[in-house]
């Protein structure tokens, strides 16, 4: 079965929602959520928040955040998630941050560097992710990953 078809299953079951805020995958998640015919009935909505001035007024992710730790970031990526969570009065809130590349990676920050953002108000998590490949290949893997810590963590709850 698929992932994204689990987590609506449970979400469905468990009466909870979902919103998802993006920034490197473009809208990818998203994409995966709503290709699952009632999906209306958990997903609230997304955003691409993909300039620094998005994620502050769209999110709530204070600029001296952004400014201090960058927007790829574990903080930011908290941040994200928090606000879409709030944005969209959900149960939770999913964001990505990253570097898809090829451009805009750094020593400290490479090119496949992406932090995950989960909230459910109650509980925040974070997980950074080393990822290689191409700008494509980066963004799949990226929008995998945020589906799977999603799945894992409705179940820490």
Request: aromatic share 8%; hydrophobic share 35%; proline share 3%.
């Amino acid at each position: 079965m698929k992932l994204e078809k689990s987590i609506g299953d449970l979400l469905r079951k468990k009466g909870w929602t979902l919103s998802i805020a993006e920034s490197c995958t473009g809208g990818l998640v998203c994409d995966r959520i709503t290709d699952i015919s009632g999906s209306s009935d958990y997903f609230m909505g997304g955003m691409v928040n993909y300039s620094n001035e998005s994620k502050e007024k769209h999110l709530g992710v204070p600029m001296a955040d952004i400014r201090r730790y960058g927007a790829v970031s574990p903080q930011v990526a908290k941040k994200m998630a928090q606000g879409v969570r709030k944005a969209f009065h959900t149960t939770f809130g999913l964001s990505i941050t990253g570097i898809a590349g090829p451009t805009g990676g750094s020593k400290e920050k490479p090119v496949g560097l992406v932090y995950i953002g989960v909230s459910s108000g109650k509980k925040n998590w974070v997980m950074k992710l080393d990822l290689k490949g191409n700008r494509r290949e980066i963004k799949g893997k990226a929008s995998e990953k945020a589906l799977q810590l999603f799945y894992q963590k409705l179940f820490d709850l």
